[in-house]
């Protein structure tokens, strides 16, 4: 069960990043953010691009590793995607109400696998 979270997590930043890199504003779209100039592509591309990228990577370290790089790794994972879920909070309560799709479907993905992330770091 563990590598199975493990794994699953990896195959989607890594599915975020390769979008990102090769359609920027497409993964913004559904945020409004307009993406139309070499430096807003390329804020995404390495944002989520290689952020994504590298993540999986580490990530799939995780998954063929044990002990302390596996327990390193999902609990960094976890912690960043806690972080995500709580700005996604954050920005609620500063701001307006929004629709559940992008915001708290997002919320709720990034929560749920962290949960699962640091639920496996410990079992």
């Known amino acids: 069960m563990q590598t199975t979270i493990i794994v699953i997590t990896a195959v989607f930043f890594l599915g975020m990043g390769v979008y990102a890199l090769a359609a920027p504003a497409a993964l913004a779209r559904p945020f409004r953010i307009v993406v139309d100039t070499p430096e807003s592509r390329s804020e995404i591309r390495a944002v989520y691009g290689g952020f994504g990228i ?16 596996r327990t390193g790794v999902v609990v960094t994972v976890g912690a960043a995607l806690a972080g995500m879920a709580l700005g996604r909070l954050i920005s609620r309560l500063a701001d307006r109400a929004t629709p559940f799709y992008p915001i708290w479907f997002y919320f709720w ?13 410990i079992w």
Do not use: D, M, P, Y
């Not at 590298?54 to 002990?67: M, S």
């Open 109 to 121: 993905v990034e929560a749920v696998t962290a949960a699962l992330l640091f639920s496996s770091a």
């Open 54 to 69: 590298a993540i999986a990577a580490v990530l799939t370290a995780a998954a063929l590793g044990t002990g302390g790089i």
